[in-house]
Nanobody
Framework: QVQPVESGGGLVQAGGSLRLSCVASGRTFSNSMGWFRQAPGKEREFVAIINWSGGRTVYADSVKGRFTISRDNTKSTVYLEMNSLKPEDTAVYSC?????????????????????WGQGTQVTVSS
């Protein structure tokens, strides 16, 4: 499997917006895809997941209403639109694919059900 490649991170002021992209290919992209994040000194946490068709999504409570996950299968790309950013959103954001069924990954999203991790992209939100 080919590792996904994330981009779009950067430094933004609180209240601002960023759009992250994750390009994957082949079998890696032919699955449910997820965004996770890890802040310094903290464990990696779930942010959002999307199923193969893009018709189903699940969000962490901390980002619900502010972040939107989407995918363009013609471009093998998953996006994370982030609005109303807060300093606590500062983290390295990574995308990954899951070979598990949607029912499983959506019930309790966790990084253990995902593989083929990208290197991540840094998002820093200043206050």
């Amino acid at each position: 499997q080919v590792q996904p490649v994330e981009s779009g991170g950067g430094l933004v002021q609180a209240g601002g917006s960023l759009r992250l992209s994750c390009v994957a290919s082949g079998r890696t992209f032919s699955n449910s895809m997820g965004w996770f994040r890890q802040a310094p000194g903290k464990e990696r946490e779930f942010v959002a997941i999307i199923n193969w068709s893009g018709g189903r999504t699940v969000y962490a409570d901390s980002v619900k209403g502010r972040f939107t996950i989407s995918r363009d299968n013609t471009k093998s790309t998953v996006y994370l639109e982030m609005n109303s950013l807060k300093p606590e959103d500062t983290a390295v954001y990574s995308c990954a694919a899951s070979g598990r069924s949607w029912t499983v990954v959506a019930h309790t999203p966790r990084d253990a059900d995902f593989g083929s991790w990208g290197q991540g992209t840094q998002v820093t939100v200043s206050s």
